[in-house]
Nanobody, 127 residues
């Protein structure tokens, strides 16, 4: 069983930056494709970005590609989401997720493609 714990959220002014972390335990982190999702109040959970088990492939949803970047450090069992030039519409709870399949070849962009989830970290962008 994989446990995921997000951190790094908080209150930031528009135009600011945050780096979220997702620490994994209980499994072989380097075998799993990972993803970030977010959910704003009253909205469905939406895909943000994904990264392959080795870190060689990444994908971010088009509207966020220029501002958000995903990375991972398998030696630290940790994944990151660097968020720059934050906007009020980025306000949401951000979740990290892991696929249970060992070293899959496909990055998933829907929530149903992930088997393990963290509890989420709140990001609020406001002046």
């Amino acid at each position: 069983q994989v446990q995921l714990v997000e951190s790094g959220g908080g209150l930031v002014q528009p135009g600011g930056s945050l780096r979220l972390s997702c620490a994994a335990s209980g499994g072989t982190f380097s075998n799993y494709n990972m993803g970030w999702f977010r959910q704003a109040p009253g909205k469905e959970r939406e895909f943000v970005a994904a990264i392959s088990w080795g870190g060689g492939s990444t994908y971010a949803t088009d509207p966020l590609k220029g501002r958000f970047s995903i990375s991972r450090d398998n030696a630290k069992n940790t994944m990151y989401l660097q968020m720059n030039n934050l906007k009020p519409e980025d306000t949401a709870v951000y979740y990290c997720a892991a696929q249970s399949t060992t070293r899959p070849t496909t990055l998933r962009t829907t929530a149903r493609g992930y088997d393990y989830w963290g509890q989420g970290t709140q990001v609020t962008v406001s002046s």
